[in-house]
């Protein structure tokens, strides 16, 4: 199964910091956040990414390259103008093989969750696409989903206020997507996954299924939370994994790094 990433937003909410550097190059804890996405969804078994590119192209494609070095196989699929994120996927989907199942994460955000359970539910309800959704406590920064008892999405609402919203479920940026589905995303044009692409096969009696994943989830699109998303990785919340690196709650230690004995190290309040 191929991964698709969709890597080519503008980021602008992160500014300065994406200026001239696409958001998904942007260090968490002195490394692209776009590489700890990558080694993650290797180790759960994908080694076949596309990368949908737009913003600052050349430096995802300069830094990556083809995926050897990381042990993956990696294809570009560049936008010629911001299409959103639907379309986006139909441009992928139009210049490279994605196959007849697939898998979409939005690059930009932070996520590490496991995808086997969000396999599985797509398998299991014969969906056409499963999203990935996590709970937030204010839901009203976002697209909230209602769903039925047995996870069929019924309807999204587009940032609620906080106490009219039907659930405190979210979309993730995860999805899985049946080929099927490409069908249904206009061609040449800006579109939506979220405010068209899935209302529409809603509306149409298409079945998108919702999948509550357990992991770290952390919309890193402001100053603050990427700040939040170091401070999670110091205190072990987000658990990264770097090689060279020894990691204890609130301390990282590099290769070859001395503390003397009368150091006291002190955690991240």
Not at 86 to 106: K, S
Request: contains cysteine.
């Amino acid at each position: 199964m191929k991964a698709l990433l969709l890597a080519g937003g503008l980021g602008t909410r992160l500014r300065p910091l994406t200026q001239t550097t696409p958001k998904p190059l942007v260090p968490v804890v002195n490394r692209p956040w776009l590489e700890h996405l990558l080694l993650h969804l290797k180790s759960q078994g994908i080694q076949h990414f596309v990368l949908a590119v737009k913003h600052e192209a050349q430096q995802i494609r300069a830094y990556f390259q083809d995926g050897r070095a990381l042990g993956v196989s990696i294809q570009y699929s560049e936008e010629p103008d911001l299409l959103g994120t639907a379309g986006a996927i139909r441009h992928a989907a139009e210049h490279t093989d994605l196959g007849e199942r697939f898998v979409v994460l939005n690059a930009d955000i932070v996520h590490l969750v496991p995808l086997l359970p969000l396999l599985e539910a797509h398998r299991n309800a014969g969906a056409l696409v499963t999203i990935g959704l996590t709970e937030v406590d204010d839901p009203s920064a976002y697209g909230v989903v209602e769903q039925t008892v047995t996870g069929r999405i019924v309807r999204f609402v587009e940032k609620p206020p906080r106490h009219a919203a039907p659930s405190k479920r979210i979309n993730a940026g995860i999805y899985v997507m049946e080929q099927a589905v490409l069908r249904s995303i206009p061609v040449g044009r800006e579109v939506s996954v979220e405010r068209e692409t899935f209302p529409e096969l809603i509306r149409r009696g298409g079945l998108v299924q919702g999948c509550l994943l357990p992991g770290y989830w952390m919309d890193m699109g402001t100053p603050e939370r990427y700040l939040q998303v170091h401070a999670d990785a110091l205190s072990g919340r987000l658990p990264l994994q770097i090689p060279g690196f020894q990691h204890s709650p609130g301390i990282w230690t590099g290769k070859d790094v001395y503390i003397s004995k009368s150091v006291t190290l002190v955690p991240p309040v």
